[in-house]
């Protein structure tokens, strides 16, 4: 199933960031997959759903160019309101990203990926993101997932889920890429509740 704009602009539209379902006081679990990058000072990050979450500021206070890409105008509205003094910073995209992302959109050193693959669930959006990837990240650069492992809740913002493994991932990927890092993560909700992710970090090293 397609996630639409409607029912993501309704979530952020009447929830605040610290009660939304995925939200994160700091970043640590990406931050720490990416301290495994050599010499990554100033790089071009694409967040193919950027929502309004924290690592976006991480990333900026590092120096990072971003590229920010949510299907909910809502949440990026809320970045723009939080980042006025960035959005030189910052290239801004509206879209579904199983969809074709446009031409004029830079090449991107890291690929990061916070629960948002997970709720591409049919095959052609699938396809359209892993797609979308290979487009703009370019060799020698770095993809960052942080996905429902295959042990987590089948639901997630009243949406059925596709849940991760690593070997599905790297299957997805294909030869092009290589695993660098893996690692499991249990994230505890707002409510308290556990949510068991897979962390993973992948190299491309061909075209």
């Known amino acids: 199933m397609k996630s639409n704009a409607k029912?993501?602009?309704?979530?952020?539209?009447?929830?605040?960031?610290?009660?939304?379902?995925?939200?994160?006081?700091?970043?640590?679990?990406?931050?720490?997959?990416?301290?495994?990058?050599?010499?990554?000072?100033?790089?071009?990050?694409?967040?193919?759903?950027?929502?309004?979450?924290?690592?976006i500021d991480a990333l900026l206070t590092k120096g990072a160019r971003l590229i920010l890409n949510d299907i909910s105008s809502a949440a990026l509205d809320r970045v723009k309101e939080r980042h006025t003094d960035k959005r030189d910073a910052i290239h801004w995209l509206c879209k579904d990203i199983s969809q074709p992302v446009p031409v004029d959109v830079p090449a991107a050193d890291i690929w990061i990926d916070r629960a948002v693959l997970h709720f591409l669930t049919d095959k052609d959006t699938i396809e359209g993101y892993f797609k979308n990837l290979k487009d703009v990240l370019r060799v020698g650069g770095h993809a960052v997932f942080a996905e429902f492992s295959e042990h987590g809740a089948p639901k997630c913002a009243g949406l059925t889920l596709h849940r991760y493994a690593v070997g599905e991932l790297s299957e997805r990927l294909g030869e092009s890429f290589d695993l660098v890092s893996q690692f499991d993560h249990t994230y505890l909700n707002p409510n308290g509740d556990p949510r068991p992710y897979i962390y993973t970090m992948y190299r491309r090293i061909d075209g």
């Open 7 to 55: 029912h993501w602009d309704r979530i952020f539209d009447k929830t605040k960031d610290a009660r939304l379902g995925w939200y994160e006081e700091k970043a640590a679990p990406t931050l720490a997959l990416m301290a495994k990058i050599p010499e990554w000072k100033s790089p071009r990050v694409f967040l193919p759903g950027a929502g309004t979450s924290v690592l």
